[in-house]
C-alpha cells in the first residue's frame, strides 16, 4: 500500500488518525455495491471524491427504506433462496419483525458455497494454528466432506429440524465442522468453549436440552494440558436428553465407555443434504454473560445471521476470497460465530487455539505472520497489554498483509490507536466495533471507505437506525445518550428460549423505550458521523450531573505502571450522596501509598474531569470478569447497595467467584455488617 493513503500523525482531535487513499476507496466492495445499487435499487449514487458523503448518503437510504436496502443486500451476495419470499419487511415491530417470510434457504449452503468452484476446492477454507503457531489447512472440498458426512450421521441418530445440538470445543475445526452439519440438517447449535466448568456450561445446554453432545478430552493453554474428562462426565449426566456424546481426542485419550468418535462419524465421503429451512428458522442460540440469574439464551435464525454477516463480513470488513480472516476468539463469545460467518465469503478463517499471550505477550502477531492474515481482530485489552509490555509488532513480525487490525470487547483508548499507528504500521486500517452478543454483529464500527479517528468507531453500520437519546427520548449529537436502534435488524433475537411469553426479551431491551432497542451503553455520535462508546449505561458514571463512562476513567489510570487493572463503580446513597471507589489491582513490586494514589487521583483531575476522582482508591487482589473477559462491574454495585452475593450475580458466569467475595466483605465493612 502506498504511503499516499496515510494521513500525517497530528494532535488536532478533528484531523484524522488515518484515511484510505482513493485507489483503496474504489476497490472496496461497499463502493461497488452503492454504484450497483443505485443502478438496481434507487440507492444515492456515489458522490465524486467524497467518500465520507457517499457513505453517508447510503446509510441514510439503507436505514430509511429497509425493505429495498436488504433486498439489495440478498441479490448482491447471491443468496439462495430455494422457496421465493413474499415480501422483505412483513412486519417491523420491535420485537417482532418478520423478515423474508415465505423464503426457505441454508445457512451452510452459502458457507460452503466456495467449495464449488474447482478452481478454490483445493484452497484452504480454514487454518488451524495451536500454541506451536504452525498452520494446518483443511481445504474446501475437504470441509465440505465432513460437514456432508456428519450431517448423515446426525440424521442417522434422528437429529431433525429444531433439534439442538451442543458443543463443548475450543476453537478447533471440528467446532466449525459440527456447527455446519448441525446447520445443514435443521438443528440449532450451541457451544461453550472447555475453559468454562461444569455448572457455567450446564446453566447454558440445560436451558435448550441438546440430544447430541460434541466435546474434547480436554484442551492446551498456555503450554500446558488441562483434562476435561471429569467435567464430560458431569455434562453426560446432567444432561438427560442426549442421544449421543460425540468424543474429538484432542489430547488422544481413548472414547469413554457409550461415546461415538469423531473419526467415524466424518470419515465418509458423502455430499451434504441442505435442509431448507424458512428464513425464520433457529440456526444457533447464544449466551449472554449472564451476571444475574441464568444467562439469557438468545435466538438467532437462519436466514437473519445469514444476511447480517454476509452484509457486515463482506461490505463493512471488506472481506472476499482471496483473505485470511483471523480473531482471536473462543467459541464461548459471539466472535467465534462472526468468525465462522467469514466462509459466507469465500475467505480463509483463521482458528486459533491458545492463549493469546503463549509462550509471549506477542503471540497473536505471530499467528498473524504465520497464517498471512489480511484482516485480524482481537480485543482492546490486548492492544492495552502489548503497549504496556513494550511489544513492537511491526519491527520483530512481517505484517505486510494485514490491511486492517479490529478491536472490539471494550472501547479502545485513544493510547490503542496511537500505539497500533506507531508500532504495527502508519498505512493501516484500524476499526473498533461494537455491538453485541445480543444481534451477534456490530451496530458500528468498520467502514472501509472512511478516515479513522482516535477514540471513535468509524460510523453506524449499514441497515442499523443507530442513535443516542437523552432520558427524554430525544436524538442528541455530540452529547452522551443511550445507544438506540430505532428499526429491526434481521439479527435480532427471534426470542429468548424458555420465555414463552417474551417478557424477559422485552424487559431486557424495550423496557425504556418501547418499540426502541436501547441496548445499555452510553455513545456519543460525532457531528462528522463517528460513534464514542463510552461503557455501560447502567455502571456509568454520573456525578453532579456529568456522565462518564467507566472505560474513560481505565484508559486514563491504567497508563500508569503501577496499576495492573482497575475497577471503578458508582454508588446512589439513601441520602441522595453519590459515592464512587476506583478498585486497583497493583502490578508486581507496586504499593499503593499516598504518593500513588494523589498520582491516579491527579491523572483523573486532570485528563478527564475533577468530578469523577473516585472518593477512595482501595487495593483488590483482582478484578473479577465475565467468563467472556468483561469487567464486572453492575454486579459489584450491587453488592455495594446491599444485594447478596448470590443474588448480585450467576457464580458460574465470573471467572473468579472468591474474586466476589474480597468486594462482598468491603461491601458489609461500609454498612457495618448489614449489607
Not at 214 to 220: A, S
Not at 642 to 647: N, R, Y
Amino acid at each position: 500500500m502506498s504511503p499516499a493513503n496515510t494521513a500525517p500523525p497530528t494532535a488536532d482531535p478533528a484531523q484524522p488518525l488515518w484515511r484510505p487513499g482513493a485507489d483503496r476507496v474504489d476497490r472496496a466492495a461497499i463502493t461497488r455495491f452503492q454504484t450497483w445499487a443505485a443502478d438496481r435499487h434507487g440507492a444515492p449514487r456515489l458522490v465524486p471524491g467524497d467518500p465520507a458523503a457517499s457513505y453517508a448518503a447510503l446509510h441514510r437510504w439503507s436505514v430509511e427504506d429497509l425493505p429495498r436496502f436488504w433486498q439489495a443486500v440478498a441479490e448482491w451476495f447471491d443468496v439462495r433462496f430455494s422457496a421465493p419470499y413474499e415480501t422483505v419487511l412483513a412486519d417491523r415491530s420491535m420485537p417482532g419483525a418478520r423478515w423474508f417470510p415465505g423464503a426457505t434457504l441454508n445457512y451452510a449452503e452459502h458457507a460452503l458455497r466456495a467449495a464449488e468452484d474447482p478452481a478454490r476446492a483445493g484452497a484452504p477454507a480454514l487454518l488451524h494454528v495451536d500454541e506451536t503457531h504452525e498452520p494446518r489447512p483443511v481445504s474446501w472440498s475437504g470441509l465440505r466432506r465432513q460437514v456432508g458426512s456428519l450431517a448423515a450421521e446426525l440424521r442417522a441418530l434422528g437429529v431433525r429440524p429444531g433439534d439442538r445440538v451442543s458443543g463443548y470445543l475450543p476453537n478447533i475445526p471440528q467446532a466449525v465442522v459440527a456447527l455446519l452439519a448441525s446447520a445443514a440438517v435443521g438443528a440449532v447449535w450451541t457451544s461453550c468453549a472447555p475453559d468454562f466448568g461444569a455448572r457455567s456450561v450446564l446453566d447454558r445446554f440445560q436451558q435448550v436440552e441438546p440430544v447430541v453432545l460434541f466435546t474434547v478430552d480436554g484442551y492446551r493453554y498456555g503450554g500446558k494440558e488441562h483434562d476435561r474428562t471429569g467435567t464430560v462426565a458431569e455434562l453426560r449426566r446432567e444432561l438427560p436428553g442426549l442421544r449421543a456424546v460425540v468424543h474429538v481426542p484432542l489430547l488422544g485419550t481413548p472414547a469413554p465407555e457409550g461415546a461415538l468418535t469423531w473419526d467415524d462419524l466424518t470419515s465418509g465421503d458423502t455430499e451434504p443434504v441442505f435442509e431448507q429451512m424458512p428464513f425464520d428458522h433457529p440456526l444457533w442460540v447464544l449466551y449472554s454473560s449472564g451476571t444475574t440469574g441464568l444467562p439469557k439464551a438468545i435466538v438467532q435464525s437462519q436466514g437473519g445471521i445469514l444476511l447480517e454477516h454476509l452484509k457486515q463480513l463482506g461490505l463493512h470488513s471488506d472481506l472476499g476470497p482471496g483473505d485470511r480472516f483471523f480473531w482471536y476468539t473462543s467459541t464461548g463469545w459471539m466472535m467465534w460465530n462472526f468468525l465462522v460467518s467469514g466462509l459466507l465469503t469465500g475467505t480463509t478463517v483463521v482458528l486459533y487455539d491458545g492463549s493469546p499471550g503463549h509462550p509471549r505477550t506477542d503471540a497473536q502477531w505471530s499467528v498473524a505472520e504465520r497464517t498471512g492474515a489480511t484482516f485480524y481482530g482481537t480485543s482492546a485489552a490486548y492492544v492495552m497489554a502489548c503497549r504496556k509490555a513494550g511489544v513492537h509488532p511491526g519491527r520483530d513480525f512481517d505484517l505486510s498483509r494485514v490491511r486492517c487490525v479490529a478491536t472490539t470487547g471494550s472501547p479502545l483508548p485513544p493510547d490503542g490507536f496511537r500505539w497500533i499507528h506507531d508500532e504495527v504500521a502508519a498505512d493501516l486500517w484500524t476499526a473498533s466495533v461494537s455491538g453485541g452478543t445480543d444481534v451477534c454483529s456490530c451496530f458500528a464500527g468498520a467502514v472501509p471507505t472512511l478516515p479513522v479517528h482516535i477514540g471513535e468507531l468509524q460510523a453506524p453500520c449499514l441497515g442499523t437506525d443507530l442513535q443516542a437519546w437523552d432520558a427524554r427520548g430525544k436524538p442528541v449529537t455530540d452529547e452522551v445518550g443511550e445507544l438506540i436502534v430505532t428499526n429491526p435488524m434481521p439479527s435480532m433475537p427471534l426470542r429468548f428460549w424458555n420465555d414463552p411469553d417474551g417478557s424477559r426479551y422485552r424487559d431486557s431491551y424495550f423496557d425504556m423505550f418501547p418499540g426502541n432497542w436501547r441496548h445499555g451503553d452510553w455513545i456519543t455520535l460525532t457531528s462528522h458521523g463517528g460513534v464514542v462508546i463510552h461503557g455501560r449505561s447502567d455502571s456509568t458514571l454520573n456525578r453532579q450531573g456529568v456522565r462518564m463512562g467507566s472505560a474513560d476513567i481505565y484508559e486514563a489510570v491504567e497508563r500508569l505502571p503501577e496499576i495492573r487493572e482497575s475497577l471503578v463503580i458508582g454508588v446512589e446513597q439513601a441520602d441522595g450522596g453519590y459515592w464512587m471507589p476506583l478498585f486497583v489491582h497493583l502490578a508486581e513490586g507496586a504499593v499503593l501509598d499516598d504518593a500513588l494514589r494523589d498520582r491516579v487521583k491527579r491523572t483523573i483531575r486532570e485528563q478527564l474531569s475533577p468530578r469523577h476522582v473516585p472518593d477512595e482508591i482501595i487495593e483488590a487482589p483482582g478484578v473479577p470478569h465475565t467468563l467472556t473477559g468483561k469487567r464486572i462491574e453492575v454486579p459489584v454495585k450491587r453488592l455495594f447497595q446491599g444485594t447478596a452475593l448470590d443474588k448480585a450475580v450467576n457464580p458460574g458466569s465470573v471467572d473468579d467467584v472468591e474474586l466476589l467475595r474480597f468486594y462482598e466483605g468491603v461491601a458489609r465493612g461500609r454498612s457495618g455488617g448489614t449489607a
